[in-house]
């Protein structure tokens, strides 16, 4: 059997969710300006376990930091969405 690459596939927004034994993600794609309020359209669901979740946000961060480091400054966040979701960018990052 062939293997083929996955699709790549936008998202602009996720939901995330948290169960002693799962931890799931459904990544979402917001809809056109214009469209009205309509929800956001799920794009992929995502299940692991909680162990595989830490591992994966340890490495995100690391290659985060490697990236911003190569850039020679931070990812800015808007100051807006960090308030949104309750983050300080000094504190969480």
């Not at 998202?11 to 917001?30: E, K």
């Amino acid at each position: 059997m062939a293997s083929e690459e996955p699709t790549p596939i936008y998202c602009d927004g996720a939901q995330v969710g948290c169960a002693p034994f799962t931890v799931a993600i459904v990544f979402t794609v917001s809809q056109p300006p214009g469209k009205g309020t309509q929800l956001p359209t799920p794009v992929a669901d995502l299940r692991m376990s909680p162990e595989h979740a830490k591992i994966l946000c340890i490495i995100l961060y690391r290659q985060l930091k490697d990236f911003e480091q190569q850039l020679g400054q931070q990812i800015p966040i808007h100051p807006q969405v960090a308030q949104h979701f309750g983050l300080s960018p000094s504190e969480d990052w």
